[in-house]
């Protein structure tokens, strides 16, 4: 049976490969993406819980997760955009004006 | 000048001021004697609003206020003399005081008694204050009236007027006081105004010296004084003189006591420094510096008989010590002659009559000291007449000839100049002690009391006499007789003086002239006994008063002809002897040199002492201490500011760095770096989990199956 | 047991794809590899019975946020960023956190087994039926604040996104 210690080891797995790729990549888009991994490996915890406890409410939760994740993907990008047009990158290391 | 007006006005108010003066005696109740302190103070107030605001008033002001001053003073002193004169002779003393001045308390005297210390501003008159008032305030009146002429086109009028009224004010406080504190308060005063005086032309380097002179000499006079006071409080217990005359007649002390001997000689001293007596005469021939109306003033009439008036008021202690009596004979009757030998000789006219002031009071001194007071100060009133007119007349004649004062440059002036040749030659006979005139009748007193105590005494002053004439009557020929010996520039300007500067020398031309006269009949002696009475007179041995009288005027009459011999018939005659006599012509023509040897002995010693200890001054001091002070200061300061720099700073700075070095690991945080933030998060994730893990009881212990 | 194929199935096509994600030069072929990644979530999501969300995976990240990205991916010039460096130079370090991460995690898992519900006390399936009902009545009924407050932050997203992005004249 699958019981509920596998999906929490699912889910800290990619949450795992989500943190490195957000740590060690230099494109920020790709950050961007390692922060989508992140949020599904939460989602599928939540799920699984919602599941082995018998309430829907953590499938309510994941859905507002979705939606913030969609709304700070848009921002983001917008971002990541805007910088493009002044410096030319999207090497996060290049992106660094607040450095002393 | 509106002579005529000024003369009528001034009469008609002086008219009016005596019908009103006699109209207020003839009601009886006595106005001027209780108010006799206000004597002192007019010529104080007028010499305050001088000295405080003079410099913005006219002439005329200055005149108005210091002229009035005085004349109001004559006039409440003489309404104090007339009401004095009008009391019977037992009553004639009014004595009271204005406040308590120094009341110290009480205290030992030597011989053990307890008295109570107190000195009092107080006010005594009686006869010989009288006497003395008349002659300070009249005199001084009329010098003060001469000076609004004399003084007319000189700068610091104002001034001059105001240490005039000061000295006024001065001299009637020591005259007035009814004890020796506050007649030493006096005697100083009167000391400061001849310095003021002496050196009123300041800019003058000898004018300015000669004031120094004055007042040190003076004051070498004055410590003897001031130590003759204190001995005196210490024997007596007391300074007021009716009270210490009241202690000596009653018996206390035997004749030749040595206390009072020593306290007479000790206030001798300090008369010779104010009499100018030898050995301190040295400053009256250079106060001649000084403008002629105040060496009329304070130079013959008023201040330098100041001694010889302590000397009768105290006459008391003196008739205690006929020693300290002797000695004031001898150093009067040598003074006289010795000064005398030195007028004969003086070209400069002031300095022939400062000789002989010091050769008169001389004669008043000799007179003190063989007991008879009232004839020194009978003296001392006739003096005040001529030698007050002398000076006053010598001022004029050095006004009409342009400020020459060398007697060889003058010559053939009586014509030019009548009245003031009329007027010095009334006192020049007044002087030479010519019958009727008033030096007669003075001079003669003192030699009938000198011939009875000591016929050697007699005879010192007999010759002085004699020299008196003589030199005397040189000055009258060398200015106004002869051949003019006037410089030609000179010449054209020959006037005579304005009626202020002439008014003045009638009224003390006739005064010398009839003086004497109170003295006929021994009134003058008579008024003045109830305060010489202590005096033993000189036991009354045989006088040939009139062969003595013959002997004086024979005597003068000699002195008068070898003078008219000497400067109007041959007139070549004085060079040959100067020339034949030749060293100790100059001897004497060079004051035997006793500046010089003063110089010498004293002045000089003093200035060393003084170098000396301007040199301790500036080498320890100024250098050790003064200096010494300054470098350590900056030595101090050196340490501060390196204690400042290095350790204030230093820490300050010190707190600066330790900041910035700690703030260097902060600071490369700050890499600017999305990645190293996001890793960061991370590390913060992980430790919050552990904490977490760790209060909910997840330990590492648990993992153990 | 079939369960335990698809389980093993979709979690290793997840986790494989997300590593995929990670490591890839070419931001392409990321961008594919999640968007594999996210089929794969969906279909775990499905096997735990929540058929909304299996849905709502796809349409919303699969359909709408992907092909953002991959929009964005197409409008900034990628050229230049092929050839350079793509890990960090201490790499290293966020790998050494995720192992101490793991590691932690692992370790409160594994000391709190024994709290946590197996399949032997859950409840059956069918109480999550009928599924898009339940969460349907769950968002606007109970959680009817954060359901708006959710549309806000979207409007504002959208505004924020626009305004970043907009091209200024």
Redesign the interface.
Same mark, same amino acid.
């Given at each position: 049976m699958i019981g509920t210690g596998h999906y929490l080891f699912l889910s800290l797995a990619l949450f795992l490969i989500g943190v490195v790729g957000v740590v060690t990549r230099r494109n920020v888009i790709i950050i961007l993406m390692s922060i989508e991994l992140i949020l599904n490996a939460v989602n599928i915890n939540l799920v699984a819980f919602s599941r082995l406890v018998g309430s829907v409410e953590g499938h309510v939760f994941a859905i507002f997760i979705i939606t913030d994740a969609a709304a700070e993907a848009a921002v983001g990008l917008g971002i990541i955009i805007a910088f493009f047009r002044n410096r030319e990158t999207v090497l996060a290391d290049e992106m660094d004006l607040l450095k002393w | 000048m509106p002579i005529q007006r000024n003369v009528v006005l001034n009469t008609v108010i002086l008219i009016m001021m005596l019908l009103v003066t006699a109209g207020i005696e003839m009601k009886g109740t006595e106005m001027f004697l209780p108010h006799i302190w206000l004597v002192p103070l007019f010529p104080l107030a007028a010499s305050a609003v001088m000295l405080l605001f003079g410099r913005k008033l006219s002439n005329a002001a200055v005149s108005g206020f210091c002229v009035g001053s005085v004349f109001l003073s004559m006039w409440f002193g003489f309404g104090a003399i007339f009401e004095l004169i009008a009391r019977p002779a037992a009553h004639r003393v009014v004595e009271f005081a204005l406040f308590n001045w120094i009341p110290a308390g009480p205290m030992h005297t030597t011989s053990g008694h307890l008295v109570n210390f107190n000195a009092q501003w107080g006010f005594l008159f009686d006869p010989l204050t009288a006497v003395m008032v008349g002659i300070v305030t009249g005199v001084g009146f009329l010098i003060h009236v001469y000076s609004t002429g004399y003084m007319a086109h000189e700068g610091g009028y104002y001034r001059f007027f105001g240490y005039l009224n000061l000295f006024m004010f001065s001299m009637l406080t020591l005259v007035l006081a009814n004890n020796i504190l506050l007649m030493f308060v006096g005697w100083e005063g009167v000391g400061l105004c001849s310095y003021l005086l002496i050196g009123f032309y300041f800019l003058k380097k000898s004018a300015a010296d000669a004031g120094k002179k004055a007042f040190i000499v003076n004051r070498i006079g004055d410590a003897g004084f001031l130590l003759g006071i204190f001995l005196l409080v210490g024997t007596l217990g007391t300074l007021n003189f009716s009270e210490f005359r009241g202690a000596i007649l009653a018996g206390h002390f035997a004749v030749g006591d040595a206390a009072l001997t020593a306290i007479a000689l000790l206030l001798f001293v300090g008369a010779t420094g104010k009499s100018a007596q030898i050995p301190l005469y040295v400053w009256l021939p250079d106060a001649m510096e000084g403008p002629t109306p105040v060496s009329a003033l304070i130079h013959a009439a008023t201040m330098v008989t100041a001694g010889v008036y302590m000397l009768v008021r105290t006459n008391a202690i003196f008739a205690m010590a006929p020693r300290a009596l002797a000695v004031v004979a001898v150093v009067g009757a040598v003074t006289a002659i010795f000064a005398a030998t030195m007028g004969v000789l003086q070209n400069d006219i002031k300095r022939v009559l400062a000789y002989s002031t010091i050769s008169q009071l001389g004669y008043m001194f000799l007179a003190c000291g063989v007991g008879a007071f009232s004839a020194g100060i009978f003296h001392l009133l006739t003096h005040a007449f001529f030698k007050g007119l002398l000076f006053l007349g010598a001022g004029s004649v050095i006004h009409a000839v342009s400020g020459e004062q060398d007697m060889q440059k003058m010559g053939a002036l009586s014509g030019k100049i009548r009245t003031t040749y009329l007027t010095m030659l009334a006192a020049t006979l007044a002087i030479a002690g010519i019958p009727p005139l008033a030096g007669f009748f003075s001079k003669d007193e003192i030699l009938a009391h000198a011939f009875r105590a000591n016929h050697a005494l007699w005879l010192v002053g007999w010759i002085t006499a004699g020299m008196t004439a003589f030199y005397m009557f040189r000055l009258l020929f060398l200015t106004f007789k002869g051949a003019s010996r006037v410089a030609p520039e000179v010449e054209r300007h020959i006037h005579e003086s304005p009626s202020n500067m002439t008014v003045p020398l009638i009224i003390l031309a006739v005064l010398s002239i009839v003086g004497g006269w109170i003295g006929i009949g021994g009134r003058f002696e008579r008024f003045l006994e109830p305060v010489t009475q202590a005096a033993p007179a000189s036991t009354a041995g045989e006088t040939p008063e009139a062969a003595l009288m013959i002997a004086s005027v024979a005597i003068a009459l000699a002195g008068i002809g070898l003078a008219w011999f000497l400067y109007i018939k041959r007139t070549e005659l004085p060079d040959k002897i100067a020339a034949s006599f030749g060293g100790l012509y100059r001897l004497v023509y060079n004051k035997y040199y006793v500046d010089q040897i003063y110089d010498a002995l004293f002045v000089n010693r003093a200035k060393d002492l003084g170098l000396t200890l301007g040199a301790f001054d500036r080498t320890f001091i100024d250098g050790l201490g003064v200096d010494g002070a300054g470098w350590l200061t900056r030595a101090t300061s050196v340490i501060s500011i390196y204690w400042d720099k290095w350790i204030i700073d230093g820490s300050v700075n010190l707190i600066a760095n330790v900041v910035r070095v700690l703030s260097i690991p902060v600071?490369w945080l700050?890499? %600017?770096?999305?990645?190293s933030y996001? %890793?960061f998060i991370? *590390?913060g994730? +992980?430790a919050l989990? %552990?904490f977490y *893990?760790h209060a909910a009881g997840?330990t +590492?212990a648990? +993992?153990r199956p | 047991m079939l369960d335990r194929i698809v389980f093993d199935l979709f979690a290793g096509l997840a986790i494989l794809s997300a590593i995929l994600v990670v490591t890839r030069r070419n931001v392409i072929h990321s961008a594919i590899f999640l968007i594999t990644a996210l089929l794969a979530t969906a279909g775990i999501f499905l096997q735990l019975h929540a058929e909304f969300l299996f849905i709502v995976q796809i349409i919303l990240y699969v359909g709408g946020i992907m092909v953002l990205f991959v929009f964005v991916i197409m409008l900034v010039n990628l050229d230049v960023a092929l050839h350079q460096m793509q890990f960090r130079r201490q790499w290293w370090v966020g790998l050494l956190l995720a192992i101490a991460l793991g590691a932690e995690a692992t370790a409160a898992i594994y000391i709190g087994r024994l709290g946590l519900p197996g399949p032997e006390t859950a409840p059956p399936a069918s109480v999550l039926e009928p599924n898009t009902e339940l969460v349907g009545h769950a968002l606007f009924t109970g959680y009817m604040l954060p359901f708006e407050i959710a549309s806000v932050l979207l409007l504002v997203a959208m505004i924020g996104a626009v305004v970043m992005a907009k091209r200024r004249t």
């Open positions: - | 600071r700050q890499t %600017g770096r999305v990645s996001a %890793g991370v *590390l994730v +992980l989990i %552990g *893990l997840y +590492l648990n +993992l | -």
